[in-house]
């Protein structure tokens, strides 16, 4: 057995030296292909944005199964949480606050993704070198990939407070869009390592990539190579803009789509107009219009009535509780009597009066036309926190107790679909930022809510 004294000749310190050498030289390269923390976007755009929405840890759901958001006799309800979803079906941002348009929320699904599909032997169309078939795309929703509740979508506006030492004040608004995603091999391992480095004990591995909020004009279309095409929305065809080549192919292979998926963004010029039971242009001053929304500009939900519906759910180890997210709602309002909003027509909410203010100095109420009940699918059914679908709940419970319109018979009804009501309007024919700039509400949370008129309903 040799000495320590043998033992420490073996070592070196030249050689030493010229080992550690070696390695860093070989591993510089490595480092450089696959740096063990990632430079992320949202590391370069927090130097001159900031990143919309409440984190997790403040939610204001937090307590959402609390009996302090029950009725509470002379006591107004308020809205207890706002909620806005960039890209439709995917993971929503919890807001503090928003504008409300014609089109519903601020920033409110605005993109879509959608898959290709072939169209119909007869649905061709004629080219330069004969007869072709066209491709059709139909856009996807948690009720076919329930996966889509696990891609992120963070959303970056400009701050003025903020500016870059390389590149000085950067404008532009965009989405950084994230999903799970690590890849075989030895880079899959560098990816895990680098998601704990980077984010922790709870971190994994990430893509992700980044969109313009901002409608791209006619130049940036042709530079970009996207093009406007129809795709399947429901039971109607729409025309959006294929922002083809934005979404890597791993993303399909994640959510489990065989076929090519890319994202769509509607043309403000372009939106679709509600009709159904929404108020008319010559009573509301305009037609209320949507982006990827299903039917209607915002769509309402009750925490009283939640915990109604979850006393009849039968619960499980995959069902532990009914959370209002399911719902994907975009106003969560609180004490209120259970399934109180099933007759409202006209609804307002207004910050709660202060001490010393004046009417005078108060801002007007933000009014809402409530034009239906919301018809519900078995999205609901998909947790949001896991993108895991339940076979059984809580469709079978809203079929079952929640029967109650009948313009959807052997359909549950859960919460409610408005249109905002501007206090003053004109007809949309001028550019969309005057739109905008005229036809404005704002919501809050906080903010009191009063019935302006009840009346009954009957789904279209």
Not at 53 to 80: C, E, F, V
Request: net charge neutral; with cysteine.
């Amino acid at each position: 057995m040799p000495s320590v004294a043998q033992v420490i000749e073996l070592f070196d310190p030249v050689a030493v030296i010229l080992l550690l050498t070696t390695v860093v030289v070989f591993a510089i390269p490595v480092f450089i292909l696959f740096p063990p923390i990632p430079v992320e976007r949202s590391d370069a755009l927090q130097q001159t944005h900031s990143k919309v929405g409440i984190s997790p840890s403040h939610s204001n759901l937090r307590t959402q199964t609390s009996p302090d958001h029950n009725h509470q006799p002379g006591k107004p309800a308020r809205i207890q949480s706002l909620f806005i979803y960039p890209v439709k079906s995917c993971r929503g941002i919890e807001v503090e606050q928003s504008r409300v348009l014609p089109k519903g929320l601020e920033f409110d699904r605005l993109f879509a993704f959608a898959r290709q599909k072939p169209e119909a032997k007869d649905a061709v169309v004629p080219s330069g070198e004969g007869e072709t078939q066209r491709a059709r795309w139909e856009v996807l929703t948690l009720r076919q990939v329930p996966l889509l509740a696990n891609v992120q979508v963070d959303l970056w506006l400009p701050d003025a407070s903020r500016t870059s030492r390389l590149l000085g004040r950067v404008g532009g608004r965009f989405v950084v869009i994230r999903f799970p995603w690590r890849d075989p091999g030895l880079k899959g391992v560098i990816q895990w390592i680098s998601a704990k480095l980077s984010r922790g004990l709870g971190g994994i591995p990430e893509k992700e990539f980044m969109l313009s909020i901002d409608f791209p004009s006619p130049e940036e279309i042709k530079a970009a190579g996207y093009c406007y095409e129809d795709t399947r929305f429901f039971s109607k065809t729409i025309q959006a803009l294929n922002l083809r080549n934005e979404v890597p192919p791993e993303l399909g292979l994640y959510l489990g789509v065989t076929a090519p998926v890319s994202i769509f963004m509607i043309d403000p010029a372009r939106r679709r107009e509600v009709f159904r039971n929404a108020p008319r242009k010559e009573d509301a001053g305009y037609q209320p219009v949507i982006d990827f929304q299903d039917a209607y500009p915002l769509h309402l939900l009750s925490l009283t009535s939640v915990r109604a519906l979850e006393s009849k759910v039968q619960k499980d180890e995959h069902l532990e509780f009914l959370d209002a997210r399911r719902f994907r709602p975009n106003i969560i309002v609180s004490g209120l009597k259970e399934y109180d909003e099933d007759d409202w027509r006209s609804i307002e909410f207004s910050r709660p009066f202060q001490a010393g203010k004046t009417a005078k100095d108060s801002e007007s109420p933000s009014r809402f036309d409530v034009s239906c009940r919301t018809v519900r699918c078995k999205l609901p059914n998909v947790d949001p926190a896991t993108g895991i679908k339940h076979k059984v709940e809580p469709d079978h419970s809203l079929r079952k107790f929640r029967n109650i319109d009948e313009g959807a018979p052997k359909s549950g009804c859960f919460g409610m679909q408005l249109c905002p009501i501007f206090p003053k309007t004109k007809a949309m024919s001028g550019p969309e930022e005057e739109e905008e700039e005229d036809l404005a509400l704002s919501l809050e949370v906080g903010m009191e809510l009063k019935v302006l008129q009840r009346g009954p309903h009957l789904a279209l």
